[in-house]
DNA sequence: ACCTGAACACCGTTCAAGT
DNA sequence: ACCTGAACACCGTTCAAGT
């Protein structure tokens, strides 16, 4: 009864000004993200777009809902990807397939100073937040990641959620500086090193 | 002329008074980070002490130097852990004594809540804040990574900093969860599994 | 000298008034 | 319905007044 009304709400707003609006909130706050990250100042955001706080908020009610806006479809497309890079495992091998998508992620996650901050809560298990429209990402990435496993090319006591933390973590601990990608890109090399270590003896590392 | 006067100074206080409220904004400060992590608001930890804020900022000018006095001498101990590690290469292996180290700075990470962000700005390269006091340590820690190179336990094309970097941000990927330390020992078990990988045909892991 | 805490500055969010 | 921005709530820091 009122499901269709929402879908039609959310999808196409009533007024052309509404809309409009919603575009401008858009565009500013992509621009503010690039410059200052995804913390930039809501008052920062709404000046840039010309209208008031309370436009804002009634906009997207949590920066989370706004950082979401922000990123459009851009999980729909690294759902894509791995669907395309599994279909790829056959020819370039498993593991090709697993790093070549967590180099898209790691980008990812380089777009707005901040994102790992903001990603962290909601790559935790059980998620804290409500998933924010990955959902069908984070799936494509564990039948990826599965498939690695079963074909041999990486360890099998390793959990897909806990590759993508660790990659997360990793670009958050090299942020701010200039080098950051470049630096990011080496730890995560290593971890992936760590990950396809066939272990002969039985013992584990560490401890 | 002045350097012995202010090391004095800042040694033993001249009132009693003035020790005996550093000594309980301390305890107040250990207390509060305990509770509610190293950002704990300087207004409950004046509170808990029976101060006003004001002496709080007088004691310690910023958080930082807050966070360091209630450390204490734990930098020093892991220096000292690190040099005695180093004597027991011999023995025991470089690449336990680098993984015995690691358990031991993890957990020092896992002190407070907050800890791996306090310490993130520390462990860049140039580093952004004056050093904490952690020199020394991060020195030792220098001197087994090397050692450890050098014996072929690990492999060569890593840097010391990068690996304290990486097991401060693991840490901070799990922060929050109930088995946040079990999960940051499973994936720094896979990191340093990565770092003693030692490659047979000369391709890097990843692209 | 040192301590106090009101005052100040700042920032995110809300909501009464206006269109 | 939607928009505006002053008002509110909150929090970290400072500093004039007091001891």
């Known amino acids: 009864m009122s499901a269709p009304q929402r879908a039609t709400?959310?999808?196409a707003p009533a007024r052309a000004d509404v809309r409009r609006n919603r575009r401008r909130l858009l565009d500013a706050a992509r621009a503010a993200f690039t410059e200052g990250g995804v913390d930039a100042p809501p008052s920062e955001i709404a000046r840039r777009a010309g209208v008031?706080?309370?436009?804002?908020?009634?906009?997207f009610p949590d920066r989370a809902s706004l950082?979401?806006?922000?990123l459009g479809d851009r999980y729909d497309t690294l759902r894509d990807e791995a669907d395309r890079l599994l279909d790829a495992c056959a020819t370039s091998g498993a593991f090709a397939a697993l790093t070549t998508w967590l180099?898209?992620?790691?980008?990812?996650l380089a777009l707005f100073q901040g994102m790992a901050d903001s990603l962290r809560p909601t790559l935790l298990e059980p998620a804290v937040d409500a998933a924010r429209?990955?959902?069908?990402m984070l799936a494509a990435w564990d039948r990826l990641f599965t498939r690695a496993q079963q074909s041999g090319a990486i360890r099998r006591d390793a959990?897909?959620?806990?590759?993508?933390?660790?990659?997360?973590?990793?670009?958050?601990?090299t942020q701010g500086t200039p080098t950051a990608t470049?630096?990011?890109?080496?730890?995560r090399a290593l971890l992936l090193d760590g990950l396809r270590y066939q272990h002969t003896d039985g013992i584990r590392a560490g401890r």
Do not use: K, M, S
């Open 67 to 70: 950082v979401d806006a922000v």
């Open 52 to 59: 008031g706080v309370g436009t804002l908020y009634r906009h």
């Open 103 to 108: 180099d898209l992620f790691a980008c990812h």
């Open 159 to 173: 959990r897909p959620r806990d590759i993508l933390r660790a990659v997360n973590a990793l670009r958050w601990a």
């Open 9 to 11: 709400l959310e999808a």
């Open 182 to 187: 470049q630096e990011a890109d080496r730890l």
């Open 133 to 136: 429209g990955c959902d069908a």
